[in-house]
């Protein structure tokens, strides 16, 4: 199958939403879908804007992950027609489903292989108030809510009823 690229992803956009305009006529969306643009930004796979344009993220690229890109296209057209305020609630599952926005099995399957390739910078750990550390998430950047923990009293985290002592990053690289 040919790689991802831009006329591709600007095809498989056209197509779906031609589809989808069959279920839910125009007139009844809360945003119009636009566009679409790819992104480095932080999101995993993309994210709809107010609007109407669909970010897609670049690591789709050059690769074979039709099934994936699929399956966030709608999920993210999801987004648009029910409007981007209704977040992932119950009126935004139903449409996701009618939609076909979730994730088959083999959008599962891409979904893996796509995780792996991504390259993160810090994996995220937590000691807890026994001494134990475990690891959070793995990320790209530093965020302040986790380095300024321990000077905020205002929040604190918790791993199985046990306080988080702080925060701290370790470098993947
Ligand atoms: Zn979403």
Wanted: hydrophobic residues 35%; glycine residues 4%.
């Amino acid at each position: 199958m040919k790689p991802i690229d831009e006329s591709g992803i600007n095809h498989l956009f056209h197509h779906i939403l031609s589809t989808l305009y069959h279920i839910q006529p125009a007139d009844q969306w809360s945003v119009i879908p636009k566009n679409w643009c790819l992104t480095t930004a932080k999101t995993k796979y993309g994210m709809a804007d107010h609007q109407g344009i669909i970010h897609i993220n670049q690591n789709f690229v050059a690769t074979g992950f039709w099934d994936l890109l699929e399956a966030v296209l709608r999920h993210e057209f999801a987004h648009l027609c029910v409007g981007l305020s209704q977040s992932h609630n119950r009126r935004f599952k139903q449409c996701e489903k009618l939609f076909k926005g979730y994730f088959n099995a083999d959008a599962r399957r891409q979904a893996t292989a796509y995780g792996s390739r991504i390259h993160y910078n810090y994996r995220l750990m937590a000691e807890l108030v026994d001494g134990q550390c475990l690891e959070i998430k793995k990320t790209h950047r530093k965020h302040h809510k986790y380095t300024n923990y321990p000077h905020q009293n205002r929040v604190t985290y918790f791993y199985q009823q046990q306080r988080i002592k702080r925060f701290y990053y370790v470098s993947e690289k």
